[in-house]
Every structure is written in C-alpha cells, then in structure tokens.
C-alpha cells in the first residue's frame, strides 16, 4: 500500500505506453506448453485443469469458425486458458492489460505466444484495429477476459465490459463489406476453482497470521464464520478511522462499507478535479474510470517552466500515484462484505475472503491449495443475431450481446456449485 504522506521524493515518470503486437512463435509456444503445467502447480496451486467430453466437443465443433473466448476472471486465468489450448491443440491471440508488459522478460514472452496489449479504460486505436483485424481474418481464437481485471472472487461473476461484442460487431461490420457476415461467436467460459483436500490447517494458519498482526489478543471464536468477522470488523474500523468515517449506530457491516466506498470514491474525485457520477453504475467501471484520469495525470509532461515545472510535475506523479493506490485499496474492500456469505457457506468462499483480507492487511495475495479447475462451455452467442441492431445502435446491440454472455457464464459457474466444499465444523 502506497504511503499516504508524501516523501519529497521525486519519482520516476512512467514509461509512454507502447503498443505490443502478437506474435506466435514456435519455439515459445513450445516452451509455454511444457512450463504452463508448472506454473498452474508451483504458484497458484492448481494440480489440473478439466474438461468433458461434452464440453471439449463443443469447443471442436467451431475449430473452424471466428471465435472469441469470454472467460470469468477471478485470477490467473489466462495461464488456465493457456493450459485450454494445450489440450485442445490449438494457438489463441489474447487481449491483455499493458501492465503485464511492463515487465520486460515477461512482456517479450507473452507477445510471442500471441498476446497483445490494450491500454484499458481509453481509447487504444492500435488494440482495436488489431483486434478487428485479427477477427477478420480468423486465423486463431481469440480469448478476451470481459471482466476487465481479476477480482479473485471464483464463485463471482463481476458485470460483463461491451468491449467483446462491440469489437465483434465491428470485425463483422469490416466482412459485411464484402456480402452476408459469416458466423463470428462469443463463447461463455466459466473456470470453477475448488480445493481438493481438507483445509482447516490453510485456514487455521492465514486466521493467525491476521490474528497476530491485528494484535487480536484472547482465545479466537470457534466458530470459522465468528473468528472471520471478528478479523473483519477490526479492518473495517481500521480504515474508518484512517478516513475519519463514524460508522453509525448499529450500522451492519455492509452499510458501514458502503459508506466507506463513497467516501473514499468522492475524495479521490474531488482531488482529480472529476465530478463523481453514475452512482448507480457498477462499483468497478466507476473506479476504473478514476483510475483512468490519473494515470493520464501522471503521464502529463510539462511544456514549460524549467526545473520549476519538473518538480511540480514529481509532486503530481506522487500524488496521482497515492490516489491510484486509494482506489486500489476501493476495489479490495468488496471482500470484507457478507455478500459472499450469503450463498453457501463453503471453504472456497471462506479462502477467498480471507485472501482478500490478506491483499488489503498485507498488501500480497497468496494463492492457497492444493485445488483443480474445471471449465465449462455454454452456447455461443452468434453476433450476426445482433448486428441489425448494431448498425441502429452499437451501445446497446453490444451491451445487449454482452448481457447475454454474462448470463450465461453465470449460470455455468452455477451449474459447477457442487463441486465446492462445504464449511467444514472447527
């Protein structure tokens, strides 16, 4: 978490974006296939990735048409669907944020095994051409993850972006020109995580490492569910009093954290100069919006002024940086409420809030396990259904088609419920 007292210190300004285009590239490809096992085992703890019989049929059966992949996204799932593609034997482009570039290794193998990168949250000419392009041409599938940021909720679906369909219907807009658009489908994946052994220990020993560091003295609750509100409940206060919000009396958790989201979402705005709106918009694309702005503030460069000006302009990126960290610290709070609580009291559910609480008390995620992945294919959404209606109104023929596909990645992450593991007794 970014120290909120700035330091003086002038910082590095950030490199200008620059676009990476895909490539494939076989001797990477190679290389990608045999490390993907590894990476899935040594680091986010997943022994195997599934898939039937009836739902790998599905995928063979458009081999030969435009594709776009729309999986959920609560972690590292481009790796999972990379491990998809193993299977199926097949090569994928993929849309991926600038900042898994910005490691330079990482960002040179990455474009090699056909990913490419979007400057999320503006207009990226480059990302749109190549992506219409690409579908165009439709040569290999593409995956787009339509939640637009790992959230590392797996029994959550967060509200589908239009990006997918929109450049769909663009792709299908660009083949129309020559007659009648072939077929150009998004297909909904849902990867469902689920733990494969007992693990009370994990969660005995990420409650204590909390527990320690929140100074949380006495004998803990032997209740899993008390012993994780009582955890809770010490963040929340916590950060209330870091923003100096007074909960008010007999405030339930949830309404507490409301507040603090608001409170926190209108200072950040107030200090980006940008009138906070959309109150009834999801909770993401309103803090992904601010986002935007000051990452636009940190890359402003001043015209004049001499060293005047640089130093201003350290100051700014000091400030904007504590505010993209104030934002980040928004997006963390959805795990401490009870939303998850509500569906069935599962170790799955458990594990992710307790992570999350973690990213915010320690600033770190871990991944826990030993756990597989399953993943189920729904019905494709044929976008020529919707291209009458785009040509008369792109937003909503692609928030439309969206929807759909957002539907349907629900009710298959649905479907795969039962493979979860109840809460266990203390």
Known sequence: MPDSRYSGKRRRKPKAYRFRPPRHVPALMAFGRLAAPWYLRAVIHVTDVEIAAADRAKLEALRHERVVLTPNHPTHDP????????????????????????????????????????????????????????????????????????????????????????????????????????????????????????MRPVMDRALTRLERHLDLSGPPPADWQARQDRISDVVLSVNEEYYGVLPEPGADVTTRLDRLREVVIARVADSLGVPEQHRDKPLRNRVRRLMTIAHRRMQEAPEAGGEYARELAGRRLGWAGRLLGELRRVMEFVSITPDLAAGPPTVENYLDVIGRIE?????????????????????????????????????????????????????????TAHLMNPLPEK
């Open 79 to 198: 790796v999972v669907m990379f491990q998809l593609s193993s299977i199926l034997k097949m090569q994928y482009y993929w849309l991926a944020a600038r900042e898994v570039f910005e490691d330079p290794l990482q960002g040179w193998v990455v474009s090699r095994v056909g990913a490419y990168s979007v400057d999320r949250g503006v207009k990226d000419a480059d990302a749109l051409n190549t992506t219409r392009r690409l579908l165009k041409e439709g040569r290999h599938w593409l995956v787009l993850f339509p939640e637009g940021m790992e959230h590392y909720l797996h029994d959550a679906v967060l509200p589908f972006l239009p990006g997918a369909a929109r450049l769909g219907l663009g792709a299908l807009s660009d083949l129309a020109s020559d007659g009648d658009p072939p077929p150009l489908k998004l297909v909904p994946i849902a990867s469902r995580y689920y733990y494969t052994q007992d």
């Open 359 to 415: 990213m915010e008390v320690f600033n770190r995620w871990r991944s826990f396990g030993p756990r597989r992945v399953q993943i189920s294919v729904g019905e494709p959404v044929d976008l020529r259904e919707y291209y009458a209606r785009y040509q008369a109104d792109p937003d909503e023929a692609s928030e439309a088609a969206m929807l759909e596909v957002e539907h349907r990645v629900r009710a298959l992450l649905k479907s």
